[in-house]
């Protein structure tokens, strides 16, 4: 915890957990998604549900859809872009056990046809968890880089992810792996020390039986505080 | 500088909190003082801007509930007449409601709690002249003091209460006051003390969970105590208890709260059945 976190971050109000947290989670949703979002279906559970309107966090997640973080003004407003924005949003009352008050699930398809679920909570004070990516399970904070592959669970499938992510002389901070079944689908989210490039992001995608890589940048802070920091903060 | 007391050590070495809350942050960044000061002062942009946003008479809040009222209470300060409680609740208050309407706010320390330190700062920013440099400084006095607050108990609504977000947000402004006045760190450490004490017990009672009614009111009514708080101290009169044990009272005491008065939407504002419609 440092002094700009008592100061800060800038964000667009009124709520870090229930306006901020859900513009962090759409951000990332379409990080991992990839390409611009073209359908999303939007299922809200507990305190998000029961008072998304009046903390705009409908308008935050389909803000954080279109690209757009924390402090970006046109948050208020972002359901009036999404027509040109070319994305169909629709909102229901999602039904779940055991989750956090501040749930939501996302049917996500881009304009290439790829669709992903996932399911995030907004945990307090703008942090957030996606917790899981097609239903295998993952814990992405968004704080720092962060690789998501989908894959076909076959041996060594860990070991030639790995390979090239230490080709490109990358540490890992932490890495989890979860699978459906055997031979299934699986997921890896690899938590990096320092920027994963284009470059190897392309060779993640040859490896064979890799079905998709997401890279999910940690925003920066910007020096002058001007545009705020990606968090944490509170509610 | 985890606690007051070892903030104070430190601001003895480099000449006052605020001082001594920059040369910290910049070795975690391992940059120069120039840098992190460049950083808050872009915040204090974004802080000057949302008092300005606030005042739009035309600002209403997504459940229509608040909104436009700074304006009301800055024209009734007009010219001169409540001073400079008048203007730093008028301020504070056009924050919080520029927070409610989804404007762009710095979270201080939370986003609740966004306008008593803004508006207190620039209350006193118009009448005493001070510049923007040394407002910077004063906004490092109160994020010392707010991590130090953070770390011993918490800036949470939802685990401490009211007390620990508006109170919080007091404690940190009264402190900033104290040291942009020229008072020094163990008036500021008592400015908060004072803050603290007299916000103790604060519950968070938001009606139906929006941060509205009462949480824009009690960022006007936290200028009040932080304007109070630092006063008592640049006076001289020193707080009985120790700032690091009103911090751990204040945990104590929301630690104790049930859980329909930490940000539930409840308990006490929250479970008024009637609201005034006028």
Redesign the interface.
């Known amino acids: 915890?440092?002094?700009?976190?008592?100061?800060?971050?800038?964000?667009?109000?009124?709520?870090?957990s229930h306006?901020?947290g859900a513009a962090r989670i759409g951000k990332l949703a379409r990080m991992l998604l990839g390409g611009e979002p073209a359908q999303a279906k939007i299922g809200l559970w507990g305190?998000f549900q029961?008072?998304y309107?009046?903390?705009?966090t409908d308008?935050a997640l389909v803000g954080g859809l279109l690209g757009m973080e924390v402090?970006d003004?046109r948050?208020?407003d972002s359901l009036t872009y999404v027509q040109d924005a070319g994305l169909k949003v629709s909102f229901y009352n999602a039904k779940l056990r055991n989750a956090h008050p501040n749930t939501v699930v996302m049917e996500l398809t881009n304009r290439a046809g790829r669709s992903i679920r996932l399911q995030a909570a907004s945990v307090?004070?703008g942090e957030i968890v996606i917790q899981s990516v097609d239903g295998l399970e993952t814990a992405i904070s968004g704080h720092i880089n962060t690789l998501v592959l989908t894959y076909r669970d076959t041996p060594g499938m860990i070991a030639r992810i790995s390979g090239e992510v230490a080709a490109s002389r990358l540490n890992v901070a932490t890495m989890r792996v979860a699978r459906c079944a055997a031979g299934g689908e699986a997921i890896v989210t690899l938590e990096l020390d320092g920027n994963a490039e284009p470059e190897l992001i392309q060779r993640l995608e040859k490896i064979s039986d890799v079905y998709h890589v997401a890279y999910l940048p940690a925003r920066v802070?910007?020096?002058?505080?001007?545009t705020?920091r990606d968090m944490p903060?509170?509610? | 500088m985890q606690t007051i007391a070892e903030t104070l050590v430190a601001a003895r070495v480099c000449g006052g909190i605020g001082r001594a809350a920059i040369q910290w942050q910049a070795e975690q960044d391992g940059v120069d003082e120039s840098a992190v000061r460049a950083r808050m002062r872009g915040t204090l942009a974004v802080m000057r801007q949302s008092v300005q946003d606030g005042l739009n008479p035309a600002m209403r809040s997504l459940s229509g509930r608040v909104g436009g009222q700074a304006a009301k209470l800055a024209a009734f300060g007009q010219p001169d007449r409540m001073g400079l409680l008048g203007t730093a609740c008028a301020y504070a208050l056009a924050v919080a409601e520029s927070n409610a309407c989804m404007g762009k706010i710095v979270a201080a320390p939370t986003a609740g709690s966004c306008g008593i330190l803004p508006g207190v700062l620039l209350a006193v920013q118009e009448k005493e002249g001070f510049s923007d440099d040394m407002l910077v400084t004063a906004l490092f006095t109160a994020a010392a003091v707010g991590r130090a607050i953070a770390l011993q108990a918490t800036v949470s609504g939802a685990e401490g209460g009211c007390q620990a977000e508006c109170g919080s947000a007091a404690g940190m402004a009264a402190a900033a006051l104290t040291e942009l006045y020229g008072g020094t760190p163990q008036q500021a450490a008592d400015a908060c003390a004072f803050a603290l004490m007299n916000m103790l017990g604060l519950v968070c009672d938001p009606v139906q969970g929006l941060v509205e009614i009462p949480c824009v009111y009690r960022n006007a009514g936290g200028a009040a105590q932080a304007l109070t708080a630092a006063q008592l101290a640049l006076s001289g009169v020193a707080c009985p208890i120790p700032c690091d044990e009103m911090i751990l009272a204040m945990k104590d005491v929301g630690d104790a709260m049930p859980p329909s008065l930490r940000e539930t939407g409840e308990g006490g504002c929250a479970a008024c059945g009637g609201l005034c419609v006028r």
């Open positions: 915890m440092d002094m700009f976190d008592l100061i800060g971050p800038v964000m667009i109000g009124p709520s870090s306006t901020a305190s029961k008072t309107q009046g903390h705009g308008r402090d003004i948050l208020r307090g004070g802070p910007n020096v002058a505080g001007e705020g903060c509170r509610p």
